[in-house]
Structures are given as structure tokens and as C-alpha cells.
């Protein structure tokens, strides 16, 4: 261990020390734990006795008389020690406290301890610790987290961001708030599939390593594998296979999907991202719409605790429904007065200069990606509460219905909330005669060096021709959709381990 800290030589020599006195400090065996720290504090009852694990989080030696915290996953509890009420394993009663515990246990120590409850004369529920067993030696310090609760400020706080996300272990235990923004995750992806498996929707798995990366326009990872002799890619979507699925004769499918995308990373895009995909036969993106409404509004009142707005920086989010319903061209004019209807690539371009919108002159740029740069740059920050942005142009959809109403659009719509886009969603195209087309075109665009390749799946096509029924389906982004509900702004908030930079030696 080279570069060791002044704190790291002493635990290591304390280490040393435990083992010479035949105390291993990362023992084997189960340790036996009849209650959680909850548990205690919702059922207390004086003199209970009771067996806990958890990280010492506070030490403070006094003479005959100790105090400290411990914490475990559900919660902190007060721990007092006695001198002549204390043991440790192969110690005397005098050398266990003078010894064990003033010089070789440590705060940030995984501990089990034996004892009793009682409450102090400020009330406070505290275990009077008879026995304690080093479970787990810590050989690093914790940052340590003071709190002034009368001025209300807090020092030394784990607060730097890069630090935060590299040593997420870290964050975990000393930021409480932190561990919380999981659990609200965890407690959506839950509503979510309650949700739809009380529709009677089946969860589904699909293939992460694909020998053809369909179902979007993005660019992939590529790996090869060296049995087969071929390339293979990480998972842009898995949209292709769940229509399988369909035609196949299941009703509906869903499937929480880990996808890769190699592409730009900010505050809203991680290459490693969860995506909710739902298809569901016979309905279309009119019955979707009411759809996401629905799960939307149940989400939001089983993980809100007080039905109310959310707030995120300064916008303020409410769910009334239902939703506005804005066509996109329609959304394009109004916040930029320009018409869009019927424009080809060269206006599309000087449109583009006009509202300062950057195109690199040399590179070909088709009408959908110039569209849709609009959008994102003019438009989209302007929906804080959900609304479905509609009837996308054509162009823009490769796997979509053209419109019932209108051939040169999409039956598509995306639902945008706090200004960017929580759902895409589409009436799914099932003919495989303009399916091949709609493909054929995006490889034509790939070839004028454009990145909005889409890979031929010939298989793909081959199912479609063997008929697959009207569908609706949709794609939710998970992690977007746990900031919202978390009111965090950066997507890092939300992941456990976001991708970093390789830190610096």
C-alpha cells in the first residue's frame, strides 16, 4: 500500500495489534442480528435485549464512560459503553475497555454489538453495549460530517461532485440524503412494474450483445466476439425485439432495458442508460397518451409523500391531466416564428443561421436532424409541465405510422417535463413494404456522412412479413424520469456509478 496516509499507518499497526491478540478483524462467521436500528426505535421497550451489526459512525471516550453512534440500513442509534459493564472477545473486562475499545476500534469499523436498551435522561432510545465484535477493520478514515444545527451550517462535508461519484461508497454513508435518491429508484422502478403487470403485461428479456444494433438512430459500441468470428454491438435499443415479441402473439411486452449509446455526455446523457419499453397490440399513440397519464399520475402518488407540486431549481411541476397535446411544427412556429411546413434542406439551413443554430457547412445534414435541432435548441426548454409534443414530419420517424390524417407525418409523440423529453412514442409502423423503404432511406443518408445510420435487419423484415398486429409502444427514460421525482437536475445524481474520466494518478 504505497502513499499511505498518517491515518492509514496508524489502523494498519492497530490491525496488527488485533491479530497478535488472536482477534481477526475480518472474521467468517454469521453474525446474529435480532433486530434492525428501526426496528428498536419503533418498538422500543426498556432492557430489551438486543443484537445489532452496522458502522460506528461516532466514538467520543470520556473516562468510565463512552458514548458513540452506529448505523446500519435503516437507521442511527446511540451506543453507550461501561466500564465495568464491557467485554470484548479474549480480552479481561479492564483491557477490554482501556485496550480494545479506546485504542483499537475506530470510527468507520463494522462492529456487532450485544447489549441492553434504556433511554438517557434526554430521552434519547440508546443500547448499553455489553459485548462488541469487530466485524470489518476499516483502514481509511471517514470524512466527517459536523453539523451545527443552531446556525444551521455544515463542515467538512463529502460534497465535492467528482469526488462524490468516483467514491460513491463513501457518499453513501455519510450523506443520508444520497441513499434516499436510491431508494425513491428502486421505489419507481417497483410502482412501475406493479403497474404494469396488474395490466397483465409480460416482462420480457432481450439480447444486450447484438449482431445487428437496431431500433434507433445512435452510434454503438462494438465489441467481437472471437468464437463466432464476428462483430457484435451493445444495445442502442431493443425495440426490434419486443415487436418480435409481438408478432410472435404476446399482447404486450415490456422490458427495463440497460442500452449503450457512444455518444456525448452532459448533465441528461450517460453512454450507460435505463430505458422502460412497453408495446402493447391493438392500440395506437392516441391510446398511449391516456396510457402515460395514467402511470404517470400512479407513480407520482404512491413515491410523493404530499400531493403537491414538484419543484426543480426554480420550475414548478404538477401532473393535472390531461396533458396539452402541441404538434411540433406548431410548437417550432410559435417559438420562432419560422413556418416549417414543406421546407427542403437549404431553407432548413438558412433558418437554421437565422436563429443561430450551428450546422457545419461541409457537412451533410438531413432534414430530420435539422428539425430536430430546432426543436431542442428553441422549443424544448420551454415545457416545464408534461406535454406531449405530436405529429412528428415523417422524415424524423423511421419506425412510425405515417399520420391517418396526413402522409408527410408521424403518429408519434414525445412527453416533455421540466424542458426535456421524459417518453417517445409511437403508433408502430407494421407494414413491411414501407418498413424496408424507411430503412433503405437511412442508409442512403448514412452514405452522405451523416451519423444517423440505421442498420438494415433483414430478419426484422422477414417477421413484419409474417404480420404483426396495430401497436402502440413506448420508451421512458428511467434515469430522467428519477430525477424528476428526486428534483435533481444532473443524471450522475441519479446513477449509482456514473461514467467518469479515468482518474488521475
Known sequence: MPNLSEQQIIRIKKLNQLRKLGINPYPPEEYFITNTIFDIKKNFREKDPISIAGRLIRLRILGKASFGEMKDHTGCIQIYFNKNHFYSEKMEKEESYNIFLKK????????GIKGNLFKTKMNEITIHVHRLTILSKSLRPLPQVKIDKKNKKIYDAFSNT?????????????????????????RIIREIRNFLDHKGYLEVDTPILQSIPGGAVARPFITYHNSLGIPLYLRIANELYLKRLIIGGFHGVYEFSKNFRNEGMDRIHNPEFTVLELYVAYKDYYWMMKFTEELLKCIYKKVQKEDKDILIEKNRINFKTPFPRIPILDSIQKNTGFNLIDMEEEELRKVCKKLHIEIEENIKMSKAKMIEKIFEEKCEKNYINPTFIIDFPIEMSPLTKRHRQNKNL???????????????????????????????????????????????????????????PPTAGIGIGIDRLVMLFTQKSSIQEVLFFPQMRPEKK
Do not use: C, W
Open 410 to 468: 408521424s403518429e408519434r409523440f414525445e412527453l416533455l417535463i421540466n424542458g426535456q423529453e421524459i417518453a417517445n412514442s409511437y403508433s408502430e409502423l407494421n407494414d413491411p413494404i414501407d418498413q424496408l423503404d424507411r430503412f433503405r432511406e437511412q442508409i442512403k443518408l448514412s452514405e452522405k456522412n451523416t451519423d444517423e445510420s440505421m442498420f438494415l435487419d433483414k430478419d426484422f423484415i422477414r417477421s413484419l412479413e409474417f404480420g404483426m
Open 104 to 111: 483499537l476500534i475506530d470510527i468507520g469499523d463494522i462492529i
Open 162 to 186: 467528482e469526488q462524490r461519484y468516483r467514491m460513491r461508497y463513501v457518499d453513501l454513508i455519510v450523506n443520508d440524503h444520497v441513499r434516499n435518491i436510491f431508494l425513491k429508484r428502486t
